[in-house]
């Protein structure tokens, strides 16, 4: 059984070629690949028409690579040609960063485009997440994440690209969620329904409806200044959220160790991983 599940609208030359590095990953590196993934603005769900492809990965290495005393590089990197861009994290430094608060391996593990996959790998990876992700660790990520992006891209109060906008409106409106959803740790990543969810101002969505239809039918949507429902929308969710998730520490418990080793421990045992 496997979870691969990619749209028609992807395109069939792009994902053989996705296929062939993972392939190609799997031999060089004598690793297996139980999770692959398409992150990015594909599978957030505001795609343009010349997005790129960005396909990520988790892999395992075999028991003897974990027992030399050179330890292996815990990124694989596949060279970026034009609009394709194929790398992935070993399993113990995507366990690490979950734990530290970093949402990323959260989003893929929740993506919907799946080039390849092991059902009790991820089943087992996203049980671990429900469990032991932490709030406020994920909440200070995606305010570090949006106010970045805000401070990169807008802080000149000029001209700025539009498509860049999205960059850190995604981050405001995934704390908005999480203030209103108390009791969750995980915001939606399909873009419009978290939109839908975190129930923006009326002038803040109009706007972001208007943005999407028009970014996923042209390929460059040029440089205006940022709108102002936009930029007060962003600038309000992280004024509020900074005080409530700013200066978090990671604290992993020795609860979450264990699991995460007995985690690593039967992902590199198991013979059922596609390692074709």
Known sequence: MTLRNLPDSFSAET????DARLRAVCR???VAIPLAIESGSRAWGFPSPDSDYDCRFIFVRPVDQHLSPWPRRDVIETPLEGDLDVNGWELG??????LKGNAVIIEWLRSPFVYR??????DEFLAFADRFANRDLIGRHYLHLGERQRRVHFGDGKLVPQKKIFYALRPAATLR?????????????HFPTLMAECEPPADVAAVTADLMQRKAVTR???AEPLPAPIAAFIDQEFEIARPVFEGRLAIISDEARREAERFVREA???RSLDNA
């Open 117 to 122: 996959g092991d059902p009790w790998f991820r």
């Open 93 to 98: 430094k995507a366990l690490k960063l979950l």
């Open 15 to 18: 994902v053989a070629n996705i």
């Open 220 to 222: 460059e949507l040029g």
């Open 28 to 30: 060089e590196h004598d």
């Open 177 to 189: 969620w999480l203030r209103l959803h108390p009791e969750a740790a995980v915001a939606p990543m």
């Open 268 to 270: 590199t045992g198991r």
